[in-house]
């Protein structure tokens, strides 16, 4: 069995907002002999590894990707450029950085200076910022002199670079953090909410977490408090639902306010319609109405996606389905969620890609990275490390 390296290579001030659906099949980033290729869920080469590094951009951890927009950034000799699903060079190595394209344009830096191209490779927005980001909802934030403001597809500077950070435009609002706190503005850069919270989460369900003076409460479209903060902990909202905890008490409450269900242990929050619930360290599933309908005890376990959740059992990891039936046995050192019908799992000291049927890839990969983002969107994700790093 030919081994090969997976690696992930994440790029300064990472993508923060991008949520585009990919829309190629997902890939892998290998390392041989200290160069990157690509290979397919079965471990078959779709590119070569010829490059210096490249850009992962994906919601499933360990390196795996999908090309956004029938692109990739990869670099080659210090230079970025972008190959397509074919592995084919569609924009030549020319720029300092690259990042993912989104709404038809990718951010790429030259010469010390940002500015966007279209997918074939034309300059569409001059060089002209410290840094750029990728579009969403028509808009895109880019920091000029230190402060971020956002910019549409012509180029106009439509809110003004005021903000110490900015996120990605989310259902007509942003996320901005002005005088070290936290507020919403609108698209022609009026605010929905002032700054004035410590933080804030995007919207689910139609309302949003907020945090102020470490209380956690809930706000609705208009800005206004919807739930008060009246919690020591809360998440967001996740299939109608959104857990919170004061003191040692643990509950599921709805979008007015009311408990719907009271816990006797921990919990995390609903995927696919069931969410972990932990009592004296044990885990097993409950269901909406709080009964428990996959018995545990699980030693650890992750949510459900695809109709998978990877359970720990015995020492050794595996899958259930949603009726309790072990669908892929408890065989794995490590299994991590799906995505788009894909996972990986730990086999002694070998990664391998296992689809929903528990067919596991011939080749293995080795020395992965793991990163700690499972369960947390890559959008999330990178707008945490990204607000946190500034």
Known sequence: ???????????????????????????????ED???GFVNPAGEYIVEPVYDLAYLNSPLLLGIMSLNEGRAAVAKDG?????????????????????PFSQGFAPVSKDGQWGYIDKMGEVFIDFAYDHAYPFSEGLAKVLVDGNFGYINKNGDMVIAPEFQYAFAFEGNVARIVKDDMLGLVYQDGTFLVEPSYDYIEPYESGLALVVKDDRYGFIDREGNVAIGLDYDKAYSFSEGLALVISGENASFIS????????????????????????IDGDLSFINKEGTVTIEGPFQNAGNFSDGLAPVLKDGQWGYVDKTGNLAIPNSYQAAYSFTDGHSIVLDDVTYHMIDEMGNVSENGFMGINIVPFLGMDLAEYMNTLDFYAN
């Open 255 to 278: 979008r007015d306010g009311s408990v719907v269900i009271e816990l006797p242990g921990l919990a995390v929050s609903f995927s696919e319609g069931l969410a972990l619930q932990a």
């Open 1 to 31: 069995m030919k081994r090969l390296l997976l690696i992930l290579l994440l790029i300064p001030l990472l993508l923060a907002g991008c949520s585009n659906a990919p829309d190629t099949d997902l890939l892998a980033a290998v390392n």
């Open 34 to 36: 200290g160069l990157v």
């Open 79 to 99: 230079l970025w450029g972008y190959i397509d699903q074919n592995g084919q060079i569609a924009i030549e190595p020319a720029y300092d950085q690259a990042l």
